[in-house]
């Protein structure tokens, strides 16, 4: 079975399922760092990526988005003159009502008889202005990580915008 195209999952409806004890077989987050590059240092500026829009970000998503803004960080900067954080956690649970197609699939399929759905993945809920993931860096390295933050947030399914903190 194909999986689904991440504009299904974009909008938050209903109530969130996040306890994974009650259910069986939910797959692990694709995202298992949150925070890279140098760990120990104290940078002057901060830009964080934040949603326009409430909406539903998978985990398979923050990951591309977090190996973008790395690999172009890494590569413009280098590591030890940034630290990335993620900023939310995926811990809602997604489902879905698994329908088979094809010949013979008025067979297998129940239609909408016991249609709760199957675990198929995890989402972070994101509110308005909520930041989904920061960058601290110095001022010399400002222009790089807007630019890293921008192609993070084409990953990401609501319109995103980059704000800059500057510590005095």
């Not at 013979?104 to 759905?117: C, H, I, K, L």
């Not at 990953?155 to 903190?165: E, F, G, L, Q």
Request: with cysteine.
């Amino acid at each position: 079975m194909a999986r689904k195209p991440g504009r299904m999952y974009r909008y938050i409806r209903g109530m969130p399922s996040t306890r994974k004890e009650y259910m069986g077989g939910v797959p692990n987050p694709r995202i298992t760092q949150f925070v890279l590059g140098n760990k120990t240092a104290d940078f002057p500026v901060e830009l964080s990526l934040s949603a326009v829009e409430k909406c539903q970000v998978r985990h398979n998503a923050l990951e591309a988005a977090r190996i973008t803004v790395n690999r172009y960080m890494e590569k413009k900067v280098g590591s030890a003159n940034y630290r990335l954080r993620i900023r939310v956690y995926p811990h809602v649970v997604l489902r879905e009502n698994k329908q088979a197609t094809g010949a013979g699939a008025d067979r297998v399929s129940q239609g909408m008889r016991a249609a709760y759905g199957k675990n198929v993945g995890t989402a972070a809920w994101v509110k308005p202005g909520q930041p989904i993931m920061s960058i601290e860096t110095s001022e010399p390295f400002i222009e790089h990580a807007k630019s890293a933050l921008r192609k993070a947030g084409m990953k990401i399914p609501s319109p995103c915008t980059v704000n800059v903190n500057v510590a005095s």
